[in-house]
């Protein structure tokens, strides 16, 4: 399949660099080249040193040029890929040539969106392209390779399989009659369609740990004035990021600082202490604390006073830690509470390790493959609907064939649109939109 036009972008950042890479894809793609340099063969997948002029016979480049063509390509059609050096003048030179040569400037994501066109990846997969280039650690850039590679295509493929399988044998009884249905045909179903519902229920399961690895997850550090919220920003961070003083009220504004716990990218916001205030700006402040609590992950609730009380909120993960452990000479054993010193560096590995614990970062594993989209997974929590409300008619005396045929199919259409095989335009565009250009 071709898509009539022939595309053309940078697909590394503008900027200087050692090498750019311009790509272009379509059936013009090697004749473009051939123009830019003055008539001369490339063989396949072969990269080849080359002079490179604009259509003034003037040089732009001389670099290396590879041609892929298709449908052994990454878009499936033919693709050039023109190495030179990292310099956005050569850069431009080259895109607006091949463009006056009858190229077109890529939209974002086009180049994945003609490979999915063209039966190359699916959807998930082209989802796992975006997150793969969006990944912040290595452990979530490895579970995306997995799902690129086909890990989740391979899953729901199984899921489609067992389920037209059922469906056909519902379809079966359909045609029979729908009273000549017997108890071990009727017992035989439906011990399928609970195990089919239990694949789904693990993989929409997978969300939250796929989420956590590629999107990760707020850590708020909230408490009185001057227990040493900053202080433990600071330590947590390793740098000198929060003002810290011995005056109470000294943070108004967040301070933020990303850090990577187990490959898991978690933003600690220090705040404002909680206090009541007079003074207008910090009361601005205090406001700005709860709603960071709000949107939280998970609250480290922060004392240096073991009679004082913690934070506490219904609904919210809460750390209890008591700071200040150096200036105490009593050994406090309470064993739900971690003592630090943010001051001395003391505790703050155990501190750590509970928030990778309270977190369920420890669960993840890149062996594992994951739902990462808010579109996957919807997809699969509307496969199960459909299949709970499939698993009521057998659970009624009266089994209705016609209506369970119909929730199978449903559950096996959700499918299809997680893979992109019914999927409307304008949920294509989301996908691809997403991407950079030159992706
Ligand atoms: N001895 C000791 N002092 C600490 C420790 N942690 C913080 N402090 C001191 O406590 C004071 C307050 O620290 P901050 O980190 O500014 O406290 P905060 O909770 O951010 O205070 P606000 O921004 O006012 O809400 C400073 O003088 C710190 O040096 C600790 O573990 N041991
Ligand atoms: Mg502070």
């Given at each position: 399949m071709t898509f009539g036009d022939t595309i053309v972008a940078p697909t590394t950042p503008y900027g200087h660099s050692s090498v750019a890479i311009i790509r272009i894809s379509g059936s013009d793609a090697a004749k473009l080249l051939s123009k830019l340099s003055g008539g001369r063969n490339f063989s396949n997948r072969r990269a080849t040193l080359s002079s490179l002029k604009d259509l003034d016979g003037n040089l732009i480049d001389r670099c290396l040029v590879t041609v892929f063509l298709g449908p052994g390509s990454y878009t499936g059609e033919d693709v050039v890929e023109i190495y030179s050096h990292g310099n956005p003048s050569i850069v431009e030179a080259f895109v607006n040539t091949i463009c006056d040569l009858g190229g077109r400037l890529a939209e974002p994501g086009e180049f994945t969106r003609r490979s999915f066109l063209n039966g190359k990846i699916d959807l998930v997969q082209a989802e796992a392209v975006a997150a793969l280039v969006r990944s912040k650690s290595i452990e979530a850039s490895r579970s995306q390779q997995k799902v690129l590679g086909g890990s989740l295509s391979k899953i729901l493929a199984a899921l489609q399989s067992n389920l037209s399988a059922l469906l056909s044998r519902i379809e079966h009884q359909l045609d029979i009659s729908e009273e000549a249905i017997s108890l071990s045909e009727k017992k035989s179903l439906s011990n399928l369609l609970v195990k089919i519902m239990s694949t789904v229920n693990h993989l929409k399961s997978t969300f939250s740990?796929?989420?956590?690895?590629?999107?990760?997850?707020?850590?708020?550090?909230?408490?009185?004035?001057?227990?040493?919220?900053?202080?433990?920003?600071?330590?947590?961070?390793?740098?000198?990021?929060?003002?810290?003083?011995?005056?109470?009220?000294?943070?108004?504004?967040?301070?933020?600082?990303?850090?990577?716990?187990?490959?898991?990218?978690?933003?600690?916001?220090?705040?404002?202490?909680?206090?009541?205030?007079?003074?207008?700006?910090?009361?601005?402040?205090?406001?700005?604390?709860?709603?960071?609590?709000?949107?939280?992950?998970?609250?480290?609730?922060?004392?240096?006073?073991?009679?004082?009380?913690?934070?506490?909120?219904?609904?919210?993960?809460?750390?209890?830690?008591?700071?200040?452990?150096?200036?105490?000479?009593?050994?406090?054993?309470?064993?739900?509470?971690?003592?630090?010193?943010?001051?001395?560096?003391?505790?703050?590995?155990?501190?750590?390790?509970?928030?990778?614990?309270?977190?369920?970062?420890?669960?993840?594993?890149?062996?594992?493959?994951?739902?990462?989209?808010?579109?996957?997974?919807?997809?699969?929590?509307?496969?199960?609907?459909?299949?709970?409300?499939?698993k009521t008619f057998f659970d009624s005396n009266v089994l209705d064939v016609e209506l369970l045929s119909f929730e199978i199919r449903a559950s096996l259409d959700a499918i299809d649109t997680l893979l992109g095989k019914t999927s409307p335009d304008d949920i294509l565009n989301r996908v691809f939109a997403t991407m950079c250009v030159g992706k």
């Amino acid at each position: 399949m071709t898509f009539g036009d022939t595309i053309v972008a940078p697909t590394t950042p503008y900027g200087h660099s050692s090498v750019a890479i311009i790509r272009i894809s379509g059936s013009d793609a090697a004749k473009l080249l051939s123009k830019l340099s003055g008539g001369r063969n490339f063989s396949n997948r072969r990269a080849t040193l080359s002079s490179l002029k604009d259509l003034d016979g003037n040089l732009i480049d001389r670099c290396l040029v590879t041609v892929f063509l298709g449908p052994g390509s990454y878009t499936g059609e033919d693709v050039v890929e023109i190495y030179s050096h990292g310099n956005p003048s050569i850069v431009e030179a080259f895109v607006n040539t091949i463009c006056d040569l009858g190229g077109r400037l890529a939209e974002p994501g086009e180049f994945t969106r003609r490979s999915f066109l063209n039966g190359k990846i699916d959807l998930v997969q082209a989802e796992a392209v975006a997150a793969l280039v969006r990944s912040k650690s290595i452990e979530a850039s490895r579970s995306q390779q997995k799902v690129l590679g086909g890990s989740l295509s391979k899953i729901l493929a199984a899921l489609q399989s067992n389920l037209s399988a059922l469906l056909s044998r519902i379809e079966h009884q359909l045609d029979i009659s729908e009273e000549a249905i017997s108890l071990s045909e009727k017992k035989s179903l439906s011990n399928l369609l609970v195990k089919i519902m239990s694949t789904v229920n693990h993989l929409k399961s997978t969300f939250s740990l796929g989420r956590l690895l590629n999107r990760g997850a707020t850590v708020v550090i909230v408490g009185e004035t001057n227990v040493g919220k900053s202080t433990l920003l600071n330590c947590l961070a390793g740098l000198d990021r929060a003002i810290v003083s011995h005056i109470p009220g000294t943070t108004r504004d967040s301070i933020e600082v990303e850090l990577l716990l187990g490959g898991v990218p978690v933003l600690f916001i220090d705040t404002a202490g909680l206090r009541a205030t007079q003074d207008v700006i910090e009361e601005e402040g205090v406001r700005r604390t709860y709603r960071h609590i709000k949107g939280a992950d998970l609250i480290v609730s922060l004392t240096d006073n073991p009679d004082k009380k913690h934070f506490t909120q219904t609904g919210k993960s809460i750390i209890s830690v008591l700071n200040k452990k150096d200036l105490r000479k009593k050994k406090i054993n309470d064993k739900s509470i971690i003592h630090i010193s943010a001051k001395t560096n003391t505790g703050i590995e155990a501190l750590k390790n509970r928030i990778v614990a309270e977190l369920g970062i420890n669960k993840i594993s890149t062996e594992d493959t994951y739902l990462s989209t808010n579109r996957q997974y919807r997809a699969i929590d509307s496969c199960g609907s459909a299949l709970s409300r499939a698993k009521t008619f057998f659970d009624s005396n009266v089994l209705d064939v016609e209506l369970l045929s119909f929730e199978i199919r449903a559950s096996l259409d959700a499918i299809d649109t997680l893979l992109g095989k019914t999927s409307p335009d304008d949920i294509l565009n989301r996908v691809f939109a997403t991407m950079c250009v030159g992706k």
